[in-house]
């Protein structure tokens, strides 16, 4: 299991939500760039990013700051927030971004993220099914959908996604721990590759995920505030996996 950590980007800002609340945010570094080298220097194998603006407005927010951080790294970066259609993901693509998530646009216009998937292979494009109690929320958690999870995933699974991030939005930047049971559903009925997020608070938390078989967990919060030591948590997390083989 892969440790994913975040660079959320607010008006090119490194912050963090509560809840994805954009009333509660926390600015932890004005220069993601250098938040970025951070943690490859910890040990990170690749970094999640997501455009907070762009997830709001539908429109790249962070531009400057995306560009930045890809100068900057020399491991993959996947990239969220405000990709609505194929081309825009082909275009950040083109930049150097490894994996694009695409969120309101499975539910609002999947056929985009069908010719996503048929341009970049689906190795290249991840579905954000991210939900507060079982329903889907959309356009950076400011609505909810009529879809549970696993109906938006199996819906994906048809269009050929083969990856996905699944978020407690209820939990996420709040440290109160994922939420194991619902992982652990999704799991068992999507059998696809899914990267968790939401309430990790600890290597114990960690743990449990890699146990859930899990192919990632994404820190933000916890490694941001020091809960989390992210070069002692891979370091765990690569030992119980040799010791598993």
């Known amino acids: 299991m892969d440790i994913y950590p975040v660079i959320d980007l607010r008006n090119g800002n490194c912050v963090r939500l509560t809840q994805g609340d954009y009333d509660r945010e926390t600015v932890f570094d004005d220069d993601p760039a250098a938040v970025a080298k951070r943690w490859v220097d910890q040990g990170a194998r690749r970094l999640h990013v997501v455009d907070l603006d762009g997830a709001r407005d539908g429109i790249r927010g962070n531009a400057e700051a995306i560009t930045a951080i890809l100068e900057a790294i020399d491991i993959p970066m996947q990239l969220g927030g405000g990709i609505r259609d194929a081309v825009e993901a082909r275009r950040l693509v083109n930049m150097g971004v490894d994996r694009v998530i695409i969120g309101t646009a499975a539910i609002e216009t999947p056929d985009e993220v069908q010719a996503a998937v048929e341009d970049l292979g689906s190795d290249h494009v991840i579905v954000s099914v991210d939900a507060k109690d079982g329903m889907v929320q959309t356009r950076g958690w400011l609505e909810e959908s009529k879809l549970i999870a696993i109906e938006l995933s199996q819906q994906m699974v048809n269009l050929g996604v083969r990856r996905f ?16 049971a619902s992982i652990a559903e999704l799991s068992d009925n999507l ?12 290597i114990e938390d960690l ?17 941001y505030s020091g809960a989390l030591d992210l070069k002692r948590a891979i370091e765990t997390i690569d030992a119980m996996t040799t010791a598993n083989n």
């Open 165 to 180: 991030i699944y978020t407690d939005t209820s939990r996420d930047g709040t440290l109160m721990h994922p939420n194991f």
């Open 191 to 202: 059998r696809y590759p899914i990267i968790v997020a939401g309430g990790i608070a600890s």
């Open 207 to 223: 743990v449990e995920l890699a146990k859930l078989g899990v192919e990632g967990a994404i820190s933000g919060m916890a490694i």
